[in-house]
């Protein structure tokens, strides 16, 4: 696809986006797929956090959470 098509395609997706919220109605955007794996590691950490906060392991908990943020 060309560059302008990829514009297009991206710009009726924001006209979608604006439509939809003129009309009440809430706009969910899916995740990119590059960010699915990130995400469900870091909530596996933060289901865990209890354990941590027992084990006075804070820090760790806060370790694990920045070792699994990419920027």
Not at 10 to 24: C, D, I, M
Not at 34 to 48: A, F, G, S, T
């Amino acid at each position: 696809m060309t560059l302008v098509g990829e514009f297009q395609k991206k710009q009726a997706g924001t006209e979608a986006s604006v439509a939809q919220l003129s009309l009440g109605q809430s706009v969910k955007v899916k995740p990119k797929q590059k960010w699915i794996p990130m995400n469900e590691r870091i909530r596996n950490i933060v289901l865990d956090y209890n354990q941590y906060k027992e084990d006075k392991k804070t820090l760790d908990y806060l370790r694990s959470i920045g070792h699994n943020v990419c920027v």
